[in-house]
């Protein structure tokens, strides 16, 4: 049995695995859930996000709300890069707006290690942000999950 404190897969991952952690890491993020993606990583979980160190999950979910209510529309991709053991590494691009209608994509690289129960209890971002045009934008699919026959980031040149 599944305990709440354990998020299959678990280490050391494989490649497809790890392809499936990613993904699942993509989903949640796309519900712009601060509560449903802090549960994923540790209680005493740490983080660089860009200037921020956040640290716990009351930490993270609270990142993550003030995160999601100034970048809207919000839409993600991750695709693996690497991983080892315990860790992954990811690439990453979003889209989303501002409140006074500026498009941006940003791109990005996380490096992610786990704890024995799969939650993640490192997690390093760098990220940069492009403006775009809203005529640029690549990820149109409904608010919520990228569907499966949507192209990844490879396929998309990004």
């Known amino acids: 049995m599944t305990s709440p404190e354990t998020r299959p897969p678990l280490p050391p991952f494989t490649r497809q695995t790890a392809i499936q952690k990613v993904r ?3 989903d949640a993020w796309n519900t712009r859930d601060p509560a ?4 994923a990583y540790t209680v005493d979980s740490r983080w660089r996000n860009r200037a921020e160190f956040p640290v716990g ?11 999601w209510a100034r970048e809207l529309d919000y839409r993600l991709i991750k695709e693996l890069w690497a991983f080892a053991d315990n860790r992954i590494a990811v690439r990453f691009a979003y889209e ?5 209608g500026n498009w941006f994509r940003s791109y990005g690289n996380e490096n992610w290690e786990f ?13 940069n942000d492009l403006p775009i045009e ?3 934008r ?3 699919w409904p608010q919520g999950r990228r569907p499966d026959d949507h192209p990844g980031l490879s396929d998309l040149g990004l």
Not at 61 to 67: A, E, Q, S, V, Y
Not at 120 to 127: T, W
């Open 96 to 100: 989303w707006r501002d409140d006074a």
């Open 24 to 26: 699942m890491a993509e």
């Open 57 to 67: 999950r009351e930490a993270i979910k609270d990142f993550l709300t003030r995160k």
């Open 115 to 127: 704890d024995a129960h799969g939650l993640m209890r490192l997690r390093f971002a760098s990220i």
């Open 134 to 136: 809203v005529t640029d």
């Open 36 to 39: 449903l993606v802090a549960a």
């Open 138 to 140: 690549r990820y149109l």
